[in-house]
């Protein structure tokens, strides 16, 4: 039987610079594909090939035949008669693809539009398809504004809406970036229960790894619009082959025990040549059999590599481990806070609580880690601690000085000194109208103690560069000119300038790709070591932050769910929540009810994490607020279950998902 | 830690610093600098190329006042050299103009960053009393004011100013909103910098790009603006040429000579597009 989609010797072109390379690879009716590569690898440009909608300056070479249809030469109304009917296409904003102005339900109908089905049956698919995809009530959804439903609701839609059709294929997008984990875990949990259901094959793009492997069958690995890998699921963690994959194992958070980033940058259309194009980055890279073009090859059935030296690419090792133990820190806390609150009006006459009487220490030269979902304040505490906000009751120590109402404007140099931070977009970071040379020695100028003159203040910038691992030349380039990572590095030696005690990092990494997140990362790591900077690394990526943190803190609702060491944490994680968040990034175990995790109303009197809560015991979760429960040396669970019955309790379910597996 | 030499190349190559950057990159961006560059180069050369002084009689042309190789664009009805007097003319406009615009700009700016930056009560009176002023319609603003203060250069520069810095203000409010919410200007903050180097070293120069653009349309509103000064008798004092008045002058005789008033009025319409083309181009880039 011929496959559904076949791609063959696909070349794409955005004028000149060539953004695909000879792809091929197929999907057959009723499997699902994955397509993983970082940022520049031209997997977006490919979903564009497949629903024909391709910027005016591309041009593609190669065919794409989708059931015998060349989607390349096909004629508008053929591809118009295949878009959103017999190819389904989910997006990556949600927010973004649906209507503002319309019901969820019409907008649904819209999408029947064309279908033979009458259309008095037609509300009543939709209803059906709705209840399909997680909704209790579809009645009520269909008749609310996309802007009344979360973001996962919106994507669920989305989905149904690209199924109603009965499509042959979807195409997912991104399906879940901008999602929190959970909900996350709910959507791809979702995708391949329709996917045995309907029988719909799936092209599933994504820059991560993880979730791509779980959810399809096979997995492609782009590399600058060339496929470098296309392996079985299982064989892409287990036994990859391609020195790229290789190093895109390594330096995931949660694989390996030490990250291991890939060196380099991706090149750019200009810089690409005709043989292998990870070449630069590539340890085994030898310009005699890799400068020239070669063939993939084929290694067992559906595992093809393309590699010129594939013979002398040592098999993967699995440095699999758990993140070295650091000794515990008992240094003195440099900044102590106390019953930390922050609310802000919430619609009628409630308060939303971002922070709840949070009470943390930082110690000296120490990472904390801070997760949470979005929302969970973890922003708003640092925002508070920078000086960007005010806090409403409560008090944030640093030497002595409370700073939880001081806003940074009315703080003193010495203040400032001692606490910087590092922000989330690498894009805004930087100015860039001013040279990193001029940046770094602004910041060298306020924040250095004593006069400088101009000379030490360019000597002190070059070695600002040089901390931050780059070459002192940049000083005189403007960011436009550096990529993602390189300018995150700036940022970090732009906040490192004044020496400050504290360092905080608020999801610093989490726009950049997993190989530079890796460098940035061991970045922060080394600094810390050197130059006895405490970090508040705040981030939603669990993995990430067991990796780099040594102590971690797991917020809810502005409460924190869980303190304790990133062992203690991860490896017996006791709140409820806790388990659930893990559970969530494995996809082991599903304690929480993922209709439930949509819209959570504020708690009124009770623990903040009821409504979502496993485990209630009774009466009391609701009404009562928990204490802090000390679970060991430095381990603390707000909860009103004993940390003893607690173990129990996951151990009992643990036991009841091998006899129900 | 060890880096690679290569991951150190910058993306791109650094741009050229000539003079070159500034030239539009835009066909419509160059072709309207072209057309503002040769009344700027016209109005500079005025007395050396003018076949006449400005206000020069020519009484032999008063029996025929039409286009004729003494006169290429006619004489008016006193018998003055139009080509003579839109070359002169144009001086008017290309003094007014640039002041007015820049003053305009200066003051809308100012406040807009004010405005946008500090945001709360210091917005709200701004905001309160730039939409006050814009309430009013600009003819009536402009009448108003001249009338009472007297026309001069210095009072036409000081009415084009009150009358659009808020909107300008406004361009500014919103882009400084958006800007002020990078991680540069925090970590500016973060570093103890000053409201004004704030202002002006960190937000500003990320907004030139949509300024700059407005400037030029602004302008050619300018130019208009000037003109229609003119026409209404409140641009300068007679009998020295301004294109406005020229028209203004002729107005009457448009049924009989309708190239008296069509000349100057042509002049005064390639400025405008040529500044809305550059407008146009800038916009593109």
Redesign the interface.
Known sequence: MTPLLQIDNLSLFYGTDQVVRDLSFSIGRGESFGLVGESGSGKSSIANVVIGDMPKIARARGSVRYDGVDLLSASPEQLRALRGRRIGFVQQDPGASLNPTMRIGRQLLEALEQSDIPVRARSENVAEMLSRVGFDNPGAIMARYPHQISGGQQQRVMIAMALLPKPDLVLLDEPTSGLDVTVEAAVIELISDLRTQFGTSLLFISHNLHLVSKACDRVGVLYAGDLVEEAPAGLIFEAPRHPYTQGLVRCLPGQSAVLQPI???VP?PSERGPGCLFA??CAYHSSASCDQPFDATTMEASHRVHCARLGEIPAFESVAGVPEVAALNDAPPIVTIRKLRKSYPASGRELFLANDDIDLDIRQSEILGLVGESGSGKSTLAKII???DVATSGSVLIGGTDIARLP??R?K?GL?RQ???V???PD???????TIGW?LG??IR??ETGHLSRQSIRSRAREMLGLV???P??A???P????GG?RQRV?IA??LS?KPQLLLADECVSALDVSVQAAIV??LQ?LRQRTGTAILFISHDLALVRQISDRIVVMFRGKPMEIGSASQVYSLPLHPYTEALLSAGTGKAEVINPAAVERPKQASGGCPFVERCGRVVGEICWTQKPGYQNAGPGHEIYCHIPPAELIELQKASHAGILIAG | MTQSENSQRPVEPAASGSWKRFWPKSVRGRLGISLILFWVLAALLAPLIAPYPPNAQDMDALSNLGPSAAHWLGTDLLGRDILSRILWGARTTLLVVPIATASAFAAGTAIGLASGYFGGLVDRVISGISDIILSFPTLVLYIVLIASIGPSIINIVIAITLASAPSIGRIVRGLTLELRSRGYVAAAEMRGESVLFLLFLEILPNARGPLLADLSMRAGLAVVTVGTLGFLGLGLPPPDPDWGSMVAENVTMIPVYPYMALFPGLAMCSLVIGFSMLADGLEEE
């Open positions: 060196r380099g940058h750019s630069s980055r920078a000086g960007f940074v404007r703080r140099r400032l606490v910087q931070m922000f989330q977009n805004s970071t930087l100015n860039p109208t001013h940046t602004r910041a306020k924040l691992a780059l070459l030349g940049l005189s380039r403007k436009k000119a550096l990529s390189q940022a732009r906040a004044g061991e970045l080394d």
